[in-house]
Structure formats: structure tokens, C-alpha cells
């Protein structure tokens, strides 16, 4: 009985074992912190200078690992804004100069606890899971109303919206170069349904590193590797803007491997977007 | 069975037209809403109350709000015309003609910004101030003459009783009052129940004819990319709800114009650039809603296009090319011109597709609903110089 008792104080007072941990993320192009307001050199296979206009990111399932290699997911703060269950919305951009279709707040960091204990290491996953990614917009909690994010029930949300746009434009060329990472193929009776089965490509980017001090480091993430080999002053005819993970658009078939999904018959690389400091 | 059930509260609230503005006050407002849609957001300065949407109505109805008495919200906000004018720009006071297009009001309170291209109009408070007194153009020409306004307005019986009723603590027509009645009226203008809203939210299949069933699929697909900015509840990239985190906006440049082939838009119409000063801002404007867009007509923040094909033709184009006149030049060309507008090669047969599905977007008992309608009496003071569209 006495072990019973004493089982049931520690459940009902959690917050006793728990540490708070946060997660800081960095948003950059090329090396430099995005801002609306900067220019971006060097991007692509033509060495572009691009202005970016939206950076957001979708962040789920976080977790610290232990020496022995298992995780501890981070119990994130609900906060009704940016975090929901284990999901975060992180957001690179202020709504400011050319970043007309964001919002004022940014939010650049995970905010959670984990019971006391020693970590190594950190995981996630670049991602909305299936069982989020395609439900009602207009009846989810924040943040997944964002409808900056949301591209449609069929497909569920941008996982990463990175809007950059050439400097310099061709009067009969493209106007700006969007990499959009999201799910695909998802098998559904229409756009504006639900998917009945995990979708064909699910395209979900996980990320771990087997050092990471949250003290010190920093995730790091960046498109300009990504993009390396794709020309920010082109776009295929009939296709999205840039990069929408859509299947036969000429503009993926050198992005999606480097970022760690198959894409077509091509298979997946190393994902080079995200990395640590 | 359980769509007529959750309508008939609305038919419930337009049967307190006919109560006494002294007995609306003790009424708890209620949403004309189904359960999937989430309320306005509401300032806290302007809680909802039957009384006041009562007294808003009224007074947006009322051409007494204009210097002359000839020019009332309605002259410009036609309820048949999901609250449009039909006309390219509107007409304010002495003949004076708008600068650009009057938007439509459907579901007014979920925008967390008002009019074409103003970062800084964030509320219906304070938007309503824009037609009464602004002079640029004059629409209803009160300009430093608000007083001589409000008397007209308190020498009024009904308004006598109406805003006590709707501002128990505040009760004269004023500057506050006058502008929160406003709000809250247009707050209560909501369109949620479009042949598409019935096919999608309420399970019936057919609802939709099978040309705007095609037609959604194609505005959904990304080879045209319209859902990309006419997103959500609103068909817009501007939203918020009581449920956002935060307000959601949308200004986009869409290549109507490039004068000077750097992109200029005619020199009264610049768009955000107005404001903000921004060159980059040049050219744009605000993501209008699509709801009830067939009876919209003429388009575009200056009424450009006069008809839906009008204006996918545009799109097809992925910008408008202007042969000659002032405003000669080729939009597609535009280096403002919005990333995602990429032109496409849109049959004419998906042409008349999208136009379908944009037509079950209209709501016939939106246009039609006497709680939304005018109030007055036709020999009533308020109304009997009033000049409609």
C-alpha cells in the first residue's frame, strides 16, 4: 500500500522530476540568419541572389536520447500558439518587408520538459504526422489554422514553406522559387478529402544527431545545399513555382534527394537542410 | 434534417427585428454560424449584443450618416451584391468618384485587416471612420463636421431608445458609438451556406453540378495555384478566427500592371506601397475573399476585369497585357509580380469548370436574409434622399 501511495504522489507531481528544456532553432540562408529584409547570394546552380519571403517549419515527435541510445520524447508546453501535443510550428519570418503574406511573431525554439536525466543526443521529425497532416483546417487548434501552411486536405500541410525570390528576374521568367517539402500521393477521392491511407510519399524529413547539448547547440537549417544544383531562374512549364514535392516536376529532381526522400525513381540521399552548431 | 434545425436559429434571430430596441438589450447575442465554422474574433471594447447589431443596421442603412443625406453604407454595400456596388469604383457624395473597388462585406469579421491595401486598418472601429470622414475621396463627406452628424442622428426617436439599448453606459450617437454599431452590424454578416458549403460541409453530393465539381478539383490543383492564396474558410489568405493564434494577412502583386517595365501600378494605386513606402510593395493588394464572387462584379482593387472569365484569362496569362493607353504594358513581364503566379494552359473547358465551382460559392440566403437588410421605412428621413447604386 505504502508503494502505492507513493506511486500516485509521484504521478500527481510530476514537475518534481521534470527539467525544462528548450530547443533552438536557426533559420539561415547560406549561412546567414534569415531575415525579410536581406539578400541572399550565391543560391543555386546559376549563383543567384535571392530575397527570401517565407520560412516556416513544421517540427514533431522531439526527443532526447539517452547514452544507452533510447529516447525520451520532450513533453512540449501547450501553449495554444505555436504548440500542440508533440507538433511545433517554427517560424523564421516577422511579416515585414517582403514577407507580405507572414505574421509579426516568430517562433524559433521547442519548449518542453523532460524527466530529470542524463541526454546525449536529440531527434524529430520535419514532419506533420499522417494522423494531423489532413484534417479540417477550420476546426484545428493552433497551429495547424495556419493557413499560410496548409495546402489542402488531400495533401495536409507545407512540412517547410522556404520562399526565395530572384533579385534579378527575367522579364519572360519565373518571378520567385518556392521549396515546399509536404506529403504526396496521398490516396484520396479528392482534393478537398481526407486520404484513407498513409500517402504514397509520405516525404517526412527525420533528423537526429547523437550530440546534441541543448545549452550549447543549435539546429541549424538551411536550403542553399538543398538547392545547390536547381536554378533559381527557372521554373518547368506547367509545373509549381520552384519546388512543391509534387511528382514530375522537373525543378525537384536534384532537390528532394537532398533532402532525404525519393523522389520518382530517384532514391534518397543524405538530407543536407538540416544540420547542428 | 440537422442543417434546417441549425439554421432555423437564424431565422430566430431575425425575428427580433420587430422587438423593441429596450428588449434587444437583454439578448445574448448568438452566431449565425454552424458549429464547424469558429466565431469572429471581437474586440473587447465591442462585445456582440442583438441590440447593438440591431442599432448597426440602421444606422448602416442610414443616409443621414452622409453631410447631405444622400449617401449611406448601402450606397455602396447592395445587399443582392453580397454587399458591392457592381460599379468599378464607387460614388460617394456630390458625384464624387472612389479611388478603388468596394469589397464585398461577407464575413467581414474574420479579416484582420480591412480595405484593399492598408496594413494599418485593423478593425471595423476603425475602418468605418475611413467613409464618414475621410476626404480622399469623399464618400460621405462629414470631414470636421461630425457634430451637426450626431444631432441629426439624436433627434432621431428610434435612435433615442437604440443606443441606450445597445450602449447602456454610453448612450449618445457618438464618435465610440457610432463606429462599434457599425462593427458589430457587419461582424454579424456571415456566408456559410453556398451550394458549396453544402456539397462540402454538409454531405450533399448534389449539390454541386458534376462542371464545378471539376472545377474544384482544378482550383485545388497546383497547376493553377489559386488555393495558394485563396485559402481557407474565407477563400483568402487573410484570416483570423477566435480560434487563430494569430492574424493571418495576404497582399499580393498579380501583374495587372507594368507601366514603366519595372512594374509600376497607375500612380493613384500603388497598392501597400501607399503606406508602407516600400518599392517591393508596389502592386499589392490584399487577397479578396471568393465567397459569393459571381455577384461581385466588376473585379480587382480597381474594377479592371468585368467578368469571372475576365479575370482567369488573366491568370491564364499569368498577367495583364495592356496594348496601348496610359497604362500600356505587359504584367506578365512584371519583376513585382507575384512568385506564384506561373500562367497556365487552362482549356476553355476548365475555364467554364472553375467558373462553375466559383458560382456554388455564392449563398442565396446570405443575399436574401431580412436580418441583413434595410430596415427603414421608404418615406423615413433616413432613407428618402438616400441614393442607391
Redesign the interface.
Known sequence: MKYIAFAAAMAASPALADQAVSINFAGEIAGKPFSCAETFEGIGAKATAVRG?DYRVFVSGAALIRADGTAQPIALEQD???QLDDLALLDFED?S??C??????TNTALRGTVPEGEYVGLAFNLAVPFDKNHG????A???L????M???W?GGYRFVRI?M?PVD?A??G?????LHLGSTMCPAA???EAPTAECKNPNHLPVSFAAFDPATNAVVIDPAAVVAEADMTV?AA?????C?S?PGDADCTTVMSKLGVPYGDIPAGAQQLVSKR | MRRLALWAGRIGVAGLVLATPMTLAAEPYSWPIPA???APPVPDDNRMSTGKVELGRHLFYDARLSADGTVACVSCHVQERAFTDGREVPVGINGTLGIRNAPGLANVGYLPLLTWANPHMSSLEFQALIPLFGDNPDEMGNNGQEAAMFARLAADPYYQTAFSAAFPDHATPDLFTVTRALAAFQRSLISVDSAYDRF?RWGEKDALSEAAKRG??LF????F?C?H?H???HFS?N?Q?S??????????NTGLYNID?AGAYPANNTG?MELTG?P??MG?FRTPSLRNVALTAPYFHDGSAETLTEVLEHYRAGGRSLADGPHAG?G???????????G??ATEAEVADIIAFLESLTDPGFITNPAYGDPWPADHPAVVKRVLP
Open positions: 519571403i495554444g500558439k505555436w511579416g518587408g517582403g507580405s503574406t507572414g505574421t509579426a511573431e479540417d483546417p477550420t476546426l487548434a493552433a497551429p489554422n495556419t493557413t499560410a496548409f495546402w489542402n488531400q520562399d525570390v528576374k522579364a519572360d519565373p518571378k520567385g522559387w518556392f479528392s482534393k478537398t521554373n506547367e509545373t509549381s513555382p520552384g512543391m509534387f | 464547424w465554422m469558429p462540402k474544384e478539383q485545388f490543383d497546383h497547376r495555384e488555393y492564396c485559402s481557407g474558410i489568405d484570416l478566427t480560434r487563430s493564434a494569430f492574424a493571418e494577412k495576404g497582399f499580393h517595365g501597400l516600400d517591393a510593395d499589392k505587359n506578365a513581364q512584371s519583376p513585382l509580380r507575384d512568385g506564384l503566379i506561373v497556365n494552359s
